[in-house]
């Protein structure tokens, strides 16, 4: 086995972002795209039509009480590799999530964890697997299932979006600008570093999973996904005509899944306002490993407990609580 200190963390934990860091939640929520009353009535009967095909419970028990009283509440992102580049078996959640939303102090916070990250899939007799392929494997029940178990905390809500989506999303708003943070060339991406590129669909996608050749690896991808949601959101905002809105509104058929109901969209809808300067956003910070000839990612026992504190802290829960985390540490981590 050989492993690699990743690069100082840069202060990812806890860092205080004034960026729309809410409406790249919202965004993958879809609730931008509900709101605002610019259309009227048709918009809000369209956007109700959309939703009601995107729900799936998919064996996930919510809890709409919680949500509506106000107290701070979890939702899993989830961002599959499918639907785009010809991919249409079920996929694995490249991307991962957890928001944490806290209407009392007005506050959110988002987590992302590392798609290699090294666990035990819930409900899974095999041997410990990415964490990313535990939605392939097992749904999403399962994947939420896991993610609770890794950092200690209560998920009651997922959002699924997958490549095929993103892409139909950009091109529905007439592709997106973004100043790239480093200069590559891969699939329909050709990009120089700090020199600014109108991007369609195809290429924003490209330039969203370039992984190989950025040499903070996943972490850099990771930014260049957020970047891409945030010149979406910036977009979206400027929708002039209601045939643009239902083509957006088109692009989240059979491409997003959720066991949020519309109501509860609509009342998320309501409370963008109140947390969109309060965000912070981090990662799981994890050590890169080769075992056996395959790449994974170590989160570190205290890294975990750092992460899980933060988010217990954040959703009003004890944060001495001690726990069996399900991620995998070998020997030497």
């Given amino acids: 086995m050989q492993n690699t200190p990743l690069p100082p963390r840069q202060h990812n934990f806890t860092q205080r972002s004034h960026r729309p860091w809410r409406r790249w939640l919202l965004v993958l929520l879809a609730l931008l795209l509900i709101g605002g009353g610019v259309y009227g009535f048709r918009a809000w009967h369209a956007a109700k039509n959309t939703f009601s095909k995107t729900y799936h419970a998919a064996g ?11 107290k701070p509440f979890a939702i899993l992102l989830l ?79 997922y959002v699924l979006l997958n490549m095929g989506g993103l892409k139909k999303m950009i091109n529905a708003v007439g592709g997106v600008t973004v100043d790239p943070l480093l200069t590559f060339h891969y699939e329909q991406a050709n990009v120089t570093k700090g020199v600014k590129i109108h991007l369609n669909g195809a290429s924003a996608l490209a330039y969203s999973r370039m992984r190989d050749d950025d040499p903070r690896g996943d972490y850099g991808r990771q930014a260049r996904q957020r970047q891409i949601i945030k010149a979406l959101v910036l977009k979206e905002a400027g929708i002039g005509s209601l045939a643009r809105y239902q083509s957006v509104l088109d692009s989240l058929t059979n491409n997003l899944q959720t066991n949020l109901t519309f109501n509860d969209l609509m009342w998320l809808r309501t409370k963008d306002g109140h947390t969109s300067r309060h965000i912070e956003s981090q990662t799981l910070q994890g050590e890169n490993a080769t075992i056996n000839g395959i790449d994974y990612q170590i989160a570190p026992q205290n890294e975990i407990e750092q992460v899980s504190k933060s988010l217990r802290n954040a959703l009003n829960l004890s944060t001495t609580t001690t726990f069996q985390t399900d991620a995998i540490q070998p020997a030497g981590f």
């Avoid at 590799?81 to 991307?95: E, M, S």
């Avoid at 409900?123 to 950092?151: C, F, M, R, W």
């Fill in 79 to 157: 961002g599959t590799d499918t639907g785009a580049l010809g991919r249409h078996d079920v996929g694995r959640t490249d991307t991962m999530i957890v928001a944490t939303i806290n209407p009392s102090k007005q506050t959110a916070k988002l987590t992302s964890i590392p798609r290699d990250t090294l666990v035990n899939v819930w409900g899974s007799q095999q041997d410990a697997e990415k964490i990313n392929a535990a939605y392939p494997l097992y749904g999403a029940n399962a994947t939420i299932k896991t993610v609770e178990h890794l950092v200690n905390i209560p998920i009651r809500y």
């Fill in 60 to 70: 996930v028990k919510p809890n709409d009480a919680a949500l509506t009283s106000g």
